[in-house]
């Protein structure tokens, strides 16, 4: 015990240094006699003042950094606020990646008239912080690479209820509740710490509390509260974990949006769910061989709503595919509330998560070709365009999506043509336009993908490449894990491709493969995602209109679950990494990626 003490003491002391650093590297605003610029507008937090000095000074510097966005930190920000600040921002790197969290001080913010009408804001002050700091993540979106923050010394911080809760960090998902128990067991230890090793817990208490003057002391940026925070530090964070607590127990914001869809789905729902089914099929799609078993049968395994879909297997030609295959008003209903609505906050931070799968599809076509012009189906907002043009520059980037998102990706400015509707429709008036198509995730969505791939010929120019990225039917995880298996997404994936049968259907087309990928494109956490499906299973999701609502007693019985099921989660991906040398490999891997290259007419 001594010596994890003491190791927890220079751990401390390493991070204060870290965040220190970071603290310092906040820009300050600088006085200034210049007009606001005419295209800046301030939204500011209920109970902020920005006085005309602040006001100039952050035009001013808005100016000179060429920003569209810039978020105004007071320098008395309190301290639980400015150290969540630095622990998620790094000032050095923050504007220049492009898919990094929109993040906010939470009290004032300037705002080009662009960026404004783009993102469909306005001018009005945000309803509270937390309001407030959701708006920044949405701006950022906005000005990807013009975003950043800077100290206004003339600001002042409001003063918030130590008693409100606060709501749970939509990052961890299914890791809050282990998250909570570590923060408790943390601060248990932090107050035995001095009775189990007077020396070393003496040590790595008194620097633990000192960490915060550390970080701060000298800098621009001067919590409120500084002095407090160093001399009460652990009995201040037992109080905000019971927030945290109460944050994860009680409703959020995000249930009064349910209950209004609540009369939507039930009228939805009203005549069952026969409407949402076509007939099943006797024959295969890919063969029309008349020898299918089931493979699996699920539910709806990510947002729970009511059906069971089966994936068949056809013995003939390999072939999965989902039998019955949902209707167009099936479609409607299960993709509602998916990626926009209810589920658009949390899908638009899995898909900004990281930027290292898009730049991998990037790096696809190094050697291969030199495009110039780029068409991405499925693109939703445009994460991967957006990622891409740091690899290909020169490069135009379109998109094409069902969705209203693309015309989101159009107006934050990460494709330059955004085309809404089925790929096969646009085909004629877009053919022969592009040397490069891309469908990332996108085939196994489709109703036909021989259809698809059919287009994708059409508005390929001759010697174009076709970049195509899949599931693995033939991962040996499918079999293993069967209904657990995320890449099988009923109900809104209908078509499994095996590598076998997708150059087939490529080279009836006149594509020849040029390169193939398993192990770079592996996700890499398939136990644990098999693991949340079951405690989806066990502990839905609380606030989902088309589930009954759920009393505060339920609300509470399910904390224990979601608690007792936290370590196993995390077991689950300690199982992931270790075995993720077997997992990479051709049989194992969930997911493989194609280039194939349009033949050159002879």
């Not at 808005?62 to 969540?84: E, H, I, Q, W, Y």
């Not at 096969?424 to 469908?439: I, Q």
């Not at 076998?500 to 398939?526: C, I, K, M, Q």
């Not at 502990?539 to 099921?565: F, K, T």
Request: glycine share 8%; with cysteine.
């Amino acid at each position: 015990m001594m010596w994890i003490l003491g190791l927890l003491a220079v751990l401390f002391l390493l991070d204060g240094l870290r965040l220190r650093k970071r603290a310092s590297q906040f820009a300050v605003l600088m006085d200034s006699d210049e007009p606001v610029a005419a295209d800046h507008r301030f939204v500011v937090a209920p109970g902020v003042v920005l006085d005309e000095a602040t006001r100039r000074a952050a035009s001013a510097h808005a100016r000179r950094k060429g920003l569209a966005v810039l978020d105004l930190v007071p320098g008395d920000l309190p301290f639980p606020d400015a150290l969540g600040l630095v622990q998620v921002v790094d000032p050095a790197g923050f504007q220049r990646d492009r898919l990094a969290k929109g993040q906010s001080a939470g009290h004032a913010t300037l705002v080009t008239t662009d960026v404004l009408e783009r993102a469909g804001v306005t001018e009005q002050n945000a309803e509270d912080v937390t309001a407030h700091r959701r708006m920044l993540v949405h701006l950022k979106c906005y000005a990807c690479t013009s975003t950043d923050f800077a100290i206004a010394p003339g600001l002042r911080a409001t003063r918030e209820s130590p008693l409100k809760k606060i709501q749970p960090d939509r990052l961890l998902g299914p890791f809050l509740p282990l998250a909570l128990i570590v923060k408790l067991a943390f601060l248990v230890l932090m107050a035995a710490a001095p009775l189990l090793a007077p020396i070393a817990g003496g040590t790595a208490l008194a620097v633990y509390h000192l960490q915060p003057a550390l970080i701060f002391g000298g800098q621009p940026l001067s919590p409120r509260g500084l002095v407090l925070s160093v001399l009460l530090r652990a009995p201040i964070g037992l109080l905000r974990w019971v927030r945290e607590l109460f944050g994860l127990i009680l409703p959020d914001e995000a249930d009064g949006a349910a209950e209004r869809l609540r009369p939507v789905y039930a009228e939805l729902l009203a005549r069952g769910l026969d409407p949402f089914f076509e007939p099943r099929r006797a024959t295969c799609p890919l063969c029309d061989g008349a020898e299918l078993e089931l493979t699996v049968e699920t539910p709806d395994i990510f947002q729970g709503k009511p059906g069971r879909f089966r994936v068949e297997r056809c013995r003939g030609c390999g072939h999965f595919f989902q039998n019955p295959r949902l209707s167009i008003e099936g479609l409607n209903f299960y993709y509602r509330d998916f990626y926009d609505g209810l589920g658009g906050e949390q899908m638009e931070i899995l898909f900004g998560y990281s930027a290292k799968p898009y730049r991998s599809r990037a790096h696809a076509l190094k050697g291969a070709a030199e495009p110039r012009r780029w068409i991405d189906i499925g693109a939703g907002h445009g994460h991967f365009c957006c990622t891409a043009r740091e690899i290909w520059p020169e490069t135009r980037f379109d998109g094409l999506d069902m969705s209203s998102s693309i015309d989101d990706a159009v107006r934050r400015g990460w494709i330059d043509t955004g085309y809404r509707g089925l790929f096969p429709d646009f085909a004629p008036k877009l053919a022969g336009m592009y040397d490069v198509v891309s469908m990332h995730h996108y085939l196994e969505h489709t109703r036909d993908p021989r259809a698809e791939l059919a287009a994708a010929e059409q508005v390929l120019a001759p010697g174009g490449h076709l970049l195509i990225e899949v599931p693995n039917p033939d991962s040996a995880l499918s079999r293993i894990l069967r209904g657990l298996w995320l890449p099988w997404f009923q109900p809104q994936h209908q078509h499994f491709l095996t590598m076998n049968n997708l150059e087939r259907l490529l080279a009836e087309r006149g594509f020849t493969p040029v390169n193939r990928w398993w192990s770079e494109v592996h996700s890499g956490a398939d136990l644990l995602l098999a693991a949340n499906i079951v405690l989806n299973r066990i502990a839905p999701p609380e606030g989902l209109p088309w589930r009954p609502r759920s009393s505060l007693l339920l609300r509470l019985g399910r904390v224990p679950i979601r608690i007792v099921a936290a370590p196993v989660l995390l077991l689950a991906l300690v199982a992931d990494k270790l075995l993720d040398p077997i997992f990479r490999r051709r049989g194992w891997s969930d997911t493989y990626r194609i280039l194939a290259r349009k033949s050159a007419p002879s």
